[in-house]
């Protein structure tokens, strides 16, 4: 590493100890430290800011490493009438119990990379910084979407959707309300979409509408639900229609962006970071949290000899939630079958 970019990665250290108020002799010496108070919700805001979709969803501090769901039992009718008495209703944490897991998140930025942003000079902090906040959200979010299992020891080379590190939401639902998530259609374990014979539904307004039902009645008519759909399922969407009023290239392409930026079944669409390709979900994003336990983070930063490079690390317990099954319906993206398919699927 140049001398240069070595003053550098001193500045970071610096920052790291001002910023988080630790010893900058352990920060110096690469040893990790503890993350706490204001410290910890400075660290959580930098994360959120670095994608909008966590942006708009819950990411509290809770105390305990398992308990009861923060948010849950809010989102429900609390007027009535009782012939004797007042009417109440209580808000119950109906629904799973979270529990907050270990999660490391390390990376290592080798001394070639580190010397070629260092030539951006007064941007090199800025740069870092960004870098490895950013790849800490876009984890969280694939945990997110694909985590299904809490492994030991996690494999990334078998499980590239970061499948075993935590339970993400889909995996909350099917182990809590495993029928708000559609697993076949007229075959079993098999949803197929497409204007075939074969076809479940016929198009994604057509899913929508289907899987609007599934949620409590008390939330179908909301104002703030929203459909999450994969990529894949919006491209056959657009095809679809391009082929169906698209006769030039220019008006195929215009149909193309305009369902993109659509609606379907009434309900706003987005396509998320890391969501299953043939995946569909409808609920709300404050229905979606992501829980870190108080006292549970540690920060490290380290010139690593044997490494070769910058070792950044982020060590925390960490639970995925979704606060009120009832507002919350999908489908089994491993399931989706589409025209043209041949029977194979595909997801991200």
Not at 104 to 130: C, E, H, N
Not at 293 to 305: I, L, P, V
Request: aromatic content about 8%; charged content about 25%.
């Amino acid at each position: 590493m140049k001398p240069t970019t070595e003053i550098l990665v001193q500045q970071i250290r610096n920052v790291l100890a001002k910023q988080y108020q630790a010893d900058p002799q352990q920060v110096l010496l690469g040893k990790s430290f503890a993350i706490t108070g204001p410290q910890e919700e400075k660290l959580l805001g930098a994360v959120q800011q670095s994608t909008e979709f966590l942006q708009l969803i819950n990411m509290p501090m809770v105390t305990d490493i398992a308990g009861e769901k923060v948010f849950s039992g809010m989102q429900r009718s609390i007027t009535g009438r009782k012939k004797t008495g007042r009417f109440r209703a209580l808000a119950n944490p109906g629904g799973g119990k979270y529990t907050c897991v270990d999660t490391d998140s390390g990376v290592i930025i080798p001394w070639k990379t580190a010397d070629t942003w260092a030539r951006m000079g007064g941007q090199f902090l800025a740069l870092y910084g960004a870098y490895v906040q950013k790849q800490i959200a876009l984890d969280q979010l694939m945990i997110g979407w694909n985590g299904v299992s809490v492994a030991d020891d996690t494999d990334p080379a078998t499980q590239k959707l970061l499948e075993d590190v935590n339970k993400g939401w889909m995996q909350w639902m099917r182990d809590n309300l495993p029928k708000n998530i559609l697993t076949g259609g007229k075959t079993a374990d098999k949803i197929h979409i497409g204007t075939d014979k074969d076809a479940d539904y016929t198009s994604l307004d057509h899913l929508a509408y289907d899987l609007r039902q599934g949620l409590d009645p008390v939330h179908r008519q909301r104002t703030d639900l929203v459909l999450m759909v994969g990529a894949d399922l919006i491209a056959k969407e657009a095809d679809a229609a391009g082929k169906m009023h698209g006769r030039t290239p220019t008006e195929r392409s215009a149909m193309k962006q305009m369902d993109l930026m659509g609606s379907f079944g009434g309900l706003p669409a987005t396509i998320l970071p890391n969501f299953p390709a043939r995946g569909c979900v409808i609920t709300t994003y404050e229905n979606l949290s992501l829980y870190t336990q108080e006292g549970s983070m540690r920060r490290a930063f380290k010139d690593d000899d044997d490494h070769k490079g910058l070792v950044d690390s982020y060590y925390r317990n960490e639970a995925y939630v979704v606060e009120d099954e009832t507002l919350f319906v999908g489908l089994e993206p491993g399931n989706v079958v589409l025209e043209g398919d041949k029977g194979t699927t595909t997801n991200p």
